[in-house]
Every structure is written in C-alpha cells, then in structure tokens.
C-alpha cells in the first residue's frame, strides 16, 4: 500500500517490466529484489518486478525504466505524479531455491524462473549462493541437470548455423594444450561448420583466446561471428563477450570462494554453451590426473555418463576422450611462445613441436569419425593431409582475415620477451618429468597471460637426452625485473626431474 | 611461490596477522580470501591471512597492516621490498562450511572457525550465505545452536556488571508494545542490575530505541554503559553501535534475500547477545499470532525449549512468557505517539495507556519472581507502588541524565505531528478488532519512524463504544504531503473493524 512519486529514468533495463526502489527504503516496506509490485496511478495499472538501487532514485521515489513509461500503459505517466504500489507476489525463483534447499526436486518451469532471474540480475550474489548450495542436498537429478542446461541455453543468445556444426572441448587444467587452433582449420577446410568460442585464462599461463590474441582479434560480435563462419566454415573467438548462456558466469562467480567447481556444474556449463552454439557433434578432450579438473577415471566415467545423458536430450552425438596426461604438449608456456608452435605446425616448419601436432590430428580425426562421414583411416589421412598440403594454413588465415586481422604471419615473426635466460644442464642427464604446477608458476612470475611475450620455452622434453652445457629451458620476460624475479625462484623451485 | 612488492599501509587490521592484494591478481594465483600465506623476505617469515582490496595496493604490491610491520618481525621491513608469498592453507572455516554443506555435524572448533572469520570480515556474503545454507541440510542440533552461541559471544565484546544482571526481551512484530521503558527503571529501582539495549525499527513503524529517543541520547559506547549501569543500576541504549555478537549483523544480511528468519538463527542472536551482555535472569515475551514472528504454539513450544537448552548452558535462568495478542498496548504508534504513552505512564498521568501499564507490569512482575527474591503477590505490589509512588519515573530521570540527556521532560511537551486528521465515526458502535499490518503501512505512509512526529493515535481502543461523530483515531504528519498521501490510502484501507 506505500505511495511512491514516479521518476522516469531514461534508459531502458533491456528486460522485463522493471521498476527500481531505493534498497533502504524497499527493505523498510518488506519488499524484497525480484518481488512482482501491482503499481497503481489514476485508473491505470500493471505489473513489474523490483530491483534495488542506491543511485537512480531518492528516498520516496519509484523509478520506471523506458520500457514502463513508454508503454501503452505508461505514456501519460508523469514524472513526479503519485503512483500507489503493492506487493502482489514473492518471485517464483526464490520459492524455487528454498523449495531446493528443502531437498525437493525442481520442474523445469521451477528451474527456469531461478535461471532467468539470476540472468536477468535479479537474483544476486547471495540469493545465487543459496541456490548452489542447493545442490549439496541430495545434488540434482540427471533430469534436473538437462532443465539446467535447457534453461541457460533459452535465457541466453542461440546461434544457428548451416552445415555439419560440430565442436571440440577441452576440460582444462594443462599448460601449452593449444589443439584448438590447429584442428579448427583442418575441420574447417574439410567443409564443416565450425564455430569455436574459447575462453582466456583464469589461473593457466595462457588460454587459448590470450594465445590466439597474439596474431589476430578474438573479440568480435555475435553478428560478425555469424558473417564469419558463413564466410570461411569456422571462426576462432572469445566466448567471454558473447551473451551465451549468461546465468553460468554468475554461478561460477559465486563458486569460486568455496574452492571447488562442482562437476554438476561443469557439465551444465559446458553443455549449455555448445547447445547455444548450435553444436551437433562434440568432442571432449578430458585429461585424467592430479593436476587436471578431473582427478580420476571414477569421476570421469560419471561425467562422461551425464554429458552423453544431456547430449542425447538435445541432439548432440558426443565423444569423449579421456585419458591420462602427465606432460604439456607443444614447447611455449605463455601466449605468444604457445602461438608461436601452433603456426609452426600450420606452416608445417621442421622446428615444429610433433608432440602437439600429433595430439591435434588425434582429436581433428576423432571429430571427423564421429560425423560418419570418415572411417578411421580416412579420417586420419585426411586430418594429415590437409595439414601437411597447407590446406589448414590458407584455411587459417583465410579466418584471420575474415576476423579482421593481418594474414601476413609468420612463426618466425612472433615476438618474443627480450630479457631471457637459459637454463643449462650441469651434468649429462635425461628429461623424466615436469611438474606442471611449477612451469605454470614460473610463467606468472614472468607475467604470462597478461604479459603476452612472457613465458617458459623447453628446449628439452621428456625422454630428450642432453649433454652438460645444453640448454633445458629458456625464461623469457618483459623486463630486466620480471626475469631477475623468476631467477630467484629458480634457486628454490624445480620445472623439472632430471634422471 | 609468487612475489609481490611489500606495502606498508598506515592503517591496522584491528584483528590478526593480515595482508591484502588486489582480487583480480589474488584469482590468478588461486589465493582466495581468508587463506593463510607463508610470507618470507631476506631471512624471515610469517604468516598472514589474506584478504582482498581494490584500492589499498597496486597489482603486483602485497599490502601490509601495522599489526603485521609494527610486529618483532615485520620491523625491518622496506616498502618496496620483495617478499615471496606461499600458500600454506585454505581457512579451516571453509573446510567446516563444506563439512556442513556435505550433511555432517561440526564440533566446537570448526563453527568457532566460521564465527570467527565472519566477525573478522574474513567470509564475505557469499561464504556466510553457504553456510546459512548449510542450515537446511539435517539443520543444527542443540549442541551446535550452543556452539554458535558461545563463538558468537566470544567473537565480540562481552560486558560484565555487577549484582543481580536481568533483562527481557521481546520476539517483535507488534506496534506500540513499548514495554521495556517502563519495566527498566521499576527494575532498576528495586536495586536490580539491567543493561538493557533494544534495536531500531527495521519493518516496524518504530523501534525501542526509535522511540527512546524522542526524549533520550541512547547512542552510548560500551564503556559509557558501564558507567551508567554502575551509577543508576540500569540503562535504555541502543545496541546496534556495540559490538556484541558482531557476526549475527552478517548472517542477518544474507537472511534477509531468502524472506525468512529461521528460527534456529533467531534464538542463537537472541541468546548470544544476552550471554555477551551478562544477563542470568531473562525474561522472553513471545506473543503468538498470525501477525507476528512466531505463528503457533508447537513453533513457540519449540522455541522455548531450545533456548532453555542453551540458558541452562551459560547458567541462565530463563522464563518464557508466550501469550496470543490481538491488539496493540498502548494508544499511539509511531515514535512520539508511543514515547508520550510511556510517559504518561511512568509520570502516572490519568489519560496514561492502562492496557500498556497492565502489560509492563506483568513481565515486571514475571521478571522479579524469576529471580527467586519475590513471591508472586510481593512482585506485583512492588512493582505496582514503584511505578505509583514515581520511584520508576525517577529512576528513568536519573538514567536519562546519566546517559547525557535532558531530565526536564513531560509526556505533554512530546512534540506531535503539526498537520492532523482525525477521523469520526459514521453512527453508533463498537471497536472489535484493529488491523495491526494496516497500522503499520499507514504509519509508514505517514513517515514513521524516520519523521518521529509522524504516526497514529488510537482514541477508541478495542472494545470501546463510540457515537456517531466521535473521533476513532487520528493521523498525525509534519507535512501536509504527507498527511494527503494517507488520506488517499484511508479510502481504500481499513485500520480497524467495527461492529
């Protein structure tokens, strides 16, 4: 029953029916963000949603964004008339979430309204947290994990596009895994569709759109992503910037301070955004080990079980790989040491890492035999082939260019820090073992990702045999401090295990 | 492993051993909030939790507070200096919250953990929302309601006073039920110790305090209650400027988005802060009802026995007074209406509110017997003559003094609402019930309890008779605005129901 002077604020929320209320003041009436008010002037009314601010409006006013005052409904509201507000209903989510909680199971309908919300902005932090702690009692159903990713994918962007639409995914944890950028270009020379989105690093030294950042543009907009696979068959950018199932960035959000990613979660992530893509064959690459995100082949099983569940519901014919992985393929730590090896593979160079490249054909042929287009054979002949003919390398650059960028690269070109050092055998020896955690820590001592030329280059690799005096590993840096910093703690840390 | 240049802050934590780096920077490294870090420069090393700022240093600086640079260790420190920073440990208390999450009880230890680093800004919102959350799973048993209890008590200021320490408290949710200002200096007078605080509105047309403070300072800091209880034997503050059981503030915070008070949480507050105040006779009223906290007698009957679980745990002696109310005691509502009523009842006037006065002295009386020094008949003539033989009135006088305020007051100097609307009775009949939430929405129309002279005055009470043209309430604003706005609600409202 509160009256509040209406103030007409002139941006829009690019949402619902919305109206903002001062938060003190709301929380002195008992109406709470996302609450459904019954807003009365005149003879006039309607429904909108509440959101706090402490900004747009002063103690005793009600803001309308344009999409209110310019409706119908809305057009002979004043500004500063009185308009007279009740609180018809608590929003359906919050009911949602404390049903969960509870330990019921959700409907979709149910699992849709929190979802919208928390994309919407009307759920926050804390009304988000209590729906992820949700999942601890009694976790969600395999049928509620496909609610989950229905319902990101329909609050979200969906892209359409023409031909076989098919994808890689890698469940991260390793440093210089850059298959992406090799098998996007073989795949889409061979006439499939390939829109790829990835993602920048959050703890690694680089991911892979920081990497491909180093010689072309990765931000680009869903219509010019559009206009570039319809162009060239595939294209290479960020997904950060694209408005593919948005609640996800929430929930990880507020996953983060409890030091954990739910596996549950990881799966609806993963799938949501490919089933946005318009993804209909999916590879997963899922490295197995103790400094990976999947930490055994128990949990992988159950993954692989629940994402082929999620991937029949919409249509996706999936493959996963898994498998243990102890050492990093390809030589370059650091986004441009790690774009410097991948065009040395697409230009098919003699100094190019093998081991890289050979992961890359694996992954690029799996993808083709899941199409049932190839057999085995084929599909590995032809993965080869149109590296090795430089099919995948005119295919590359064809997308660079259609992404905006410069074709003329080369490998040899990429810059790399100027302050370097070499690390040097001191007795004859043989490579046994990285440890991974170290490399990635050194690498941000030197200030990889955001210090693109910053990084760790193994001059040796597991198995390699080198004589006193070779080098092992080269520091490169940015600055005489960076590199002096790493120097330092190479006297107490070890990257690797000399036998 | 990383390294990050020292910077002393001037400024000191006013907790433990802390630093603080940016978040962003604080992500990469996977180093979360609250975890412990080695720190080591030159020979030494310490250890530290860490928190995150945004402005107190640059990326790549550690900050440092004066606890930690004023320390033996931390003397030699330079600004600019590099330190290497470890990570040793995830805080205990997120280990405990996933333990709880999970569905298993926690120990003394771990909720102290989590208590404690909440109190210590350590857990912000999100954490202290998962382990709210962790309430639902299997909830909490008696002995972790103790546990909050004690670690809550302990993570503050706790006050001790001497003689017999009682107190009362009120489970809120009716209007103009300002008992404690008259229960205080009857108390007081008959030589009992009681430190009363009492909170501000936060959905009510007014708090205790709210209304205290229409004729009294009651913003005191602890060591001025001290003073004031061991001149006068009792005070009247405000308690939200303490810090008594500080963590409760939090875990109220994100309560609140989720439109429920859980029970379990509302007695730890309660009882926290009556144990940190060092009450050993405590007086509960709980009137049930639909419009109040506690909806029936099997949730009340709950209540009481959890909280005399943890009474008898801190040797409190405890008496529940559970009751269904109706109606309102006392005539006016809004701060200067209800401070008025509590004046002409402590000064004894005719037109004082006897429903109100009846009240007070029952839980007086209640309250004197709980201490074993009076019989039932000997509590109620005790408390009745100190009120009718003005010993309360002076006592009130001499706490307002000693809180710092103005003795020279009379319930009829209160200063109303200049703009009124009294409202007259169509034809004959009879007052049979009010709507206590439209009373509490008209008064907020009105401005309570920000504008104190703003609410309303019951001049027919329940079960009064009336004629036609006699006034049944009045409506009191300090704008004309004001009073219009409540005028329009009046057309379609009803405060009461008359037959």
Redesign the interface.
């Known amino acids: ?3 509040f002077k209406a103030k007409k604020l002139d941006f829009s929320s690019g949402r619902r029916m919305e109206v903002v209320l001062r938060e003190e003041e709301a ?4 109406i ?2 996302a609450d459904v008010l019954k807003i009365k002037w005149k003879k006039k009314s309607f429904f909108a949603a509440v959101n706090y601010t402490n900004s747009k409006v002063e103690e005793g006013e009600i803001g309308f964004f344009r999409e209110i005052w310019q409706s119908d409904k809305g057009k002979e509201m004043n500004s500063a008339g ?1 308009v ?1 507000v009740s609180l018809i209903k ?1 929003p359906d989510s ?1 009911k949602a ?2 049903k969960k ?3 019921s199971p959700l409907n979709y309908k149910e699992i849709k309204s929190i979802i919208k919300d928390i994309s919407d902005g009307f759920l ?4 988000t ?2 729906f992820v ?2 999942s ?2 009694g976790n969600f159903s395999d049928t509620e994990l496909y609610y989950l990713t229905k319902a990101m994918v329909e609050t979200g962007d969906q892209l359409k596009f023409k031909g076989m639409v098919v994808d890689k995914h890698s469940i991260g944890g390793l440093p210089g895994n850059r298959v992406t950028p090799i098998l996007v270009p073989i795949i889409a020379s061979l006439g499939f569709t390939i829109p790829k989105t990835s993602s920048r ?3 690694s030294p680089a991911g892979t759109s920081d990497t491909l950042e180093v010689f072309m543009p990765v931000c680009l907009e869903t219509k010019d992503i559009k206009k570039v696979v319809a162009q060239t068959g595939g294209c290479l950018v960020w997904g950060g910037a694209l408005r593919i199932a948005p609640a996800d960035d929430k929930i990880i959000k ?1 996953s ?5 990613e739910p596996y549950n979660k990881m799966i609806v992530s993963i799938m949501a955004k490919k089933v946005a893509m318009g993804i209909k064959y999916l590879v997963i690459d899922m490295p197995i080990g103790r400094n990976t995100k999947i930490k055994n082949k128990k949990a992988a099983d159950m993954i692989e079980r629940k994402m082929r569940y999620i991937a029949g519901k919409f249509g996706i014919k999936l493959k996963v790989m898994a498998s243990r992985v102890i050492d990093p393929a390809g030589r370059g730590i650091g986004p441009s040491l790690e774009a410097r090896d991948i065009l040395r593979v697409l230009q098919q160079k003699k100094n190019r890492p093998m081991d890289l490249e050979k992961k890359a054909l694996k992954i690029t042929s799996a993808l083709l035999v899941l199409t049932g287009k190839f057999t085995e054979i084929e599909a590995k002949k032809a993965s080869r082939e149109n590296l090795r003919s430089l099919k995948a390398w005119e295919k590359i650059k064809e997308i660079i260019s259609a992404q905006g960028g410069n074709q003329n690269i080369d490998s040899e070109k990429i810059k790399l820090g100027s302050y370097r050092h070499e690390v040097k055998a001191a007795k004859n020896g043989r490579i046994a073992m990285y440890d991974n955690r ?1 490399i990635i ?1 050194f690498c ?2 030197l200030g990889a990702p955001s210090i693109k030329q910053a990084g760790i280059y193994l001059d040796k690799v597991i198995g390699n045999k080198f004589k006193k005096g070779e080098t092992l590993f080269t520091l490169f840096a940015d600055s005489p401090d960076r590199l002096d ?1 790493a120097k ?2 190479l006297k ?2 070890h990257i690797l295990k000399i036998v």
């Open positions: 029953m509160p009256y929380r002195r009436y008992g709470r963000k009185i007279e608590r919050i979430i404390k909680l509870l330990g926050g932090d804390i009304e947290t209590y702690a949700s601890f009692r690093a959050v703890t507020v983060y301070p409890l030091v954990m170290a820590e941000r001592i910093l330092a703690a107490k840390g």
